[in-house]
């Protein structure tokens, strides 16, 4: 595509909102279904915008321009839309809420105020994504919040370390949250982390594995860190997490790290399988004997 086209396609495809829905577009070249390296940084844009969007569904539409038969560019329209559905699960969008793939075929040249044809049709090879975010949840009333026994309320990780503990146990960092894409922890998940870290230094008698998850990915295969761009974004959380317990002040000697792909989904909202976990796998407990884990 020329410099002018490219322009035009840019300016096209930016963010565009529109009532309630989050829409953007993505271009192709002739007879093409793989994303030009210029319209995937466009795409991984977008996809970093979503962070903090709470997804109610995604619609996937591709499109081919009016050269060719209608069944080649029914395939090909489709194709380019499996495309950037592969690239949204690669980056930590759920495949639970696209719910709509589809190829639309040609689009007829359309009557707008632009003369080159070419250009036209260059518009018209695209895939058209549509985000429809959830409504906002809106503050329970002050009567409905005295209804929760403050008994029923779960103990804070930090907490949990403190207790009793066995060889083996699972302790998921509760509140420890990841920004889509990134192995780098929210800004209001930093107190939680530092409470961790002080009580694994206070427990230095136990001995434990930093498993980090990702959501979303095809296959159970790891996502892409979008810092990197390398395909580890389980193992960068993980060890995120190793290095900020070394820097406050746990010995390495008691840690380990490990990434765990997208092997053990938690099954409710992805944002929840965006976490870190420790495993338990030896207590040095002088009045006990020592166990160590299998």
Same mark, same amino acid.
Do not use: W
């Given at each position: 595509?020329?410099?002018?086209?490219?322009?035009?396609?840019?300016?096209?495809?930016?963010?565009?909102?529109?009532?309630?829905?989050?829409?953007?577009?993505?271009?192709?070249?002739?007879?093409?279904?793989?994303?030009?390296?210029?319209?995937?940084?466009?795409?991984?844009?977008?996809?970093?915008?979503?962070?903090?969007?709470?997804?109610?569904?995604?619609?996937?539409?591709?499109?081919?321009?009016?050269?060719?038969?209608?069944?080649?560019?029914?395939?090909?329209?489709?194709?380019?839309?499996?495309?950037?559905?592969?690239?949204?699960?690669?980056?930590?969008?759920?495949?639970?809420?696209?719910?709509?793939?589809?190829?639309?075929?040609?689009?007829?040249? &359309?009557?707008?105020? !632009?003369? +080159?044809? /070419?250009?036209? #049709?260059?518009?018209?090879?695209?895939?058209?994504? %549509?985000?429809?975010?959830?409504?906002?949840?809106?503050?329970?009333?002050?009567?409905?919040?005295?209804?929760?026994?403050?008994?029923?309320?779960?103990?804070?990780?930090?907490?949990?370390?403190?207790?009793?503990?066995?060889?083996?146990?699972?302790?998921?960092?509760?509140?420890?949250?990841?920004?889509?894409?990134?192995?780098?922890?929210?800004?209001?998940?930093?107190?939680?982390?530092?409470?961790?870290?002080?009580?694994?230094?206070?427990?230095?008698?136990?001995?434990?594995?930093?498993?980090?998850?990702?959501?979303?990915?095809?296959?159970?295969?790891?996502?892409?860190? &979008?810092?990197?761009? !390398?395909? +580890?974004? /389980?193992?960068? #959380?993980?060890?995120?997490?190793?290095?900020?317990? %070394?820097?406050?002040?746990?010995?390495?000697?008691?840690?380990?790290?490990?990434?765990?792909?997208?092997?053990?989904?938690?099954?409710?909202?992805?944002?929840?399988?965006?976490?870190?976990?420790?495993?338990?796998?030896?207590?040095?407990?002088?009045?006990?004997?020592?166990?160590?884990?299998?």
């Amino acid at each position: 595509m020329n410099k002018l086209v490219t322009f035009v396609l840019i300016f096209f495809g930016s963010l565009i909102h529109s009532q309630n829905n989050i829409t953007h577009e993505v271009y192709f070249e002739t007879d093409k279904y793989e994303v030009i390296p210029t319209e995937e940084n466009r795409l991984l844009q977008f996809i970093s915008g979503l962070a903090d969007i709470d997804i109610e569904s995604i619609a996937i539409f591709g499109f081919c321009d009016d050269v060719g038969a209608d069944s080649y560019n029914l395939k090909l329209s489709k194709q380019r839309a499996e495309a950037i559905k592969a690239i949204l699960s690669n980056h930590e969008i759920s495949e639970n809420v696209i719910t709509n793939v589809d190829g639309k075929g040609e689009v007829l040249l &359309r009557i707008v105020n !632009e003369t +080159n044809v /070419s250009k036209i #049709r260059g518009l018209n090879r695209k895939v058209e994504i %549509i985000i429809n975010p959830k409504p906002p949840i809106l503050p329970k009333k002050e009567e409905e919040k005295q209804k929760v026994p403050v008994d029923e309320k779960p103990l804070e990780t930090a907490e949990v370390i403190k207790g009793e503990l066995k060889v083996g146990d699972k302790i998921r960092f509760e509140n420890i949250l990841f920004k889509t894409g990134y192995s780098l922890i929210n800004p209001e998940s930093k107190k939680t982390l530092n409470d961790i870290a002080e009580a694994l230094v206070e427990r230095d008698n136990i001995y434990f594995t930093i498993e980090g998850h990702v959501c979303c990915t095809q296959f159970s295969r790891d996502a892409i860190d &979008r810092k990197t761009k !390398e395909r +580890n974004l /389980s193992v960068a #959380r993980a060890k995120y997490v190793y290095d900020y317990f %070394i820097k406050k002040g746990v010995s390495k000697k008691r840690m380990r790290y490990l990434g765990m792909r997208r092997k053990f989904p938690l099954g409710g909202d992805p944002k929840y399988d965006r976490r870190v976990e420790i495993v338990i796998n030896y207590i040095d407990d002088k009045n006990k004997k020592s166990v160590e884990s299998e």
